[in-house]
T-cell receptor, first 114, second 112 residues
Framework: DADVTQTPRNRITKTGKRIMLECSQT?????MYWYRQDPGLGLRLIYY???????NKGEISDGYSVSRQAQAKFSLSLESAIPNQTALYFC?????????????FGEGSRLTVL | LAKTTQPISMDSYEGQEVNITCSHN???????ITWYQQFPSQGPRFIIQ???TKVTNEVASLFIPADRKSSTLSLPRVSLSDTAVYYC?????????????FGGGTRLMVKP
């Protein structure tokens, strides 16, 4: 089983619908992240969380919200999906600590908004 | 987060050594240099991280000159399966806010 699991892996929805992408991890890491990747481009950080009570906006948080339900669970919500939110979404985790640059990524959730 | 510049793409052949250079002229004292590999439709995978001089693991080597304004990822004897996008990130990763973007990366194509 994957250490970082994302559900759903693929989702097609319509404009205006509420969508939740879920991420769970078995690595015991404190830090969790949500990234977005558009075709042919790099990843951009949406939100990140250092622990259960910590939520921080990333570079492109508008139109998204998150919930850190437990150390192992971090969900990303699109309250009212729009077509330009069509993208591949990745959840990642990492240890806390000094200069730990190693992120562990999930397999991705491909979202299509029609 | 230090701005990084890497080639958009590179071609190589199986069995060759590949060197991908990343420029980061405004690297800060506490910044580390980290490289990731990404295959299509998969999340990036950590390859190597370093601060100065040379770091080597079972996958790659990372060369960092004394001024730390650039770094070179070296992949020995590449195979077709090394075809991927390689990202260079520079920052103080104790602050996750510095992981703002992976940039465009370098698309490596390994040919038979």
């Amino acid at each position: 089983d994957a250490d970082v699991t994302q559900t759903p892996r693929n989702r097609i929805t319509k404009t205006g619908k509420r969508i939740m992408l879920e991420c769970s991890q078995t690595k015991g890491h404190d830090r969790m992240y949500w990234y977005r990747q558009d075709p042919g481009l790099g990843l951009r950080l949406i939100y990140y969380s250092f622990d259960v009570k910590d939520i921080n906006k990333g570079e492109i948080s508008d139109g998204y919200s998150v919930s850190r339900q437990a150390q192992a669970k971090f969900s990303l919500s699109l309250e009212s999906a729009i077509p330009n939110q069509t993208a591949l979404y990745f959840c990642a985790t990492s240890w806390g600590g000094l200069n730990t640059g190693e992120l562990f990524f999930g397999e991705g959730s491909r979202l299509t908004v029609l | 987060l230090a701005k990084t510049t890497q080639p958009i793409s590179m071609d190589s052949y199986e069995g060759q050594e590949v060197n991908i250079t990343c420029s980061h002229n405004n690297i800060a004292t506490n910044d580390y240099i980290t490289w990731y590999q990404q295959f299509p439709s998969q999340g990036p995978r950590f390859i190597i991280q370093g601060y100065k001089t040379k770091v080597t693991n079972e996958v790659a080597s990372l060369f960092i000159p004394a001024d730390r304004k650039s770094s070179t990822l070296s992949l020995p004897r590449v195979s077709l399966s090394d075809t991927a996008v390689y990202y260079c990130l520079v920052g103080d990763f104790s602050n996750a806010g510095n992981m703002l973007t992976f940039g465009g990366g370098t698309r490596l194509m390994v040919k038979p």
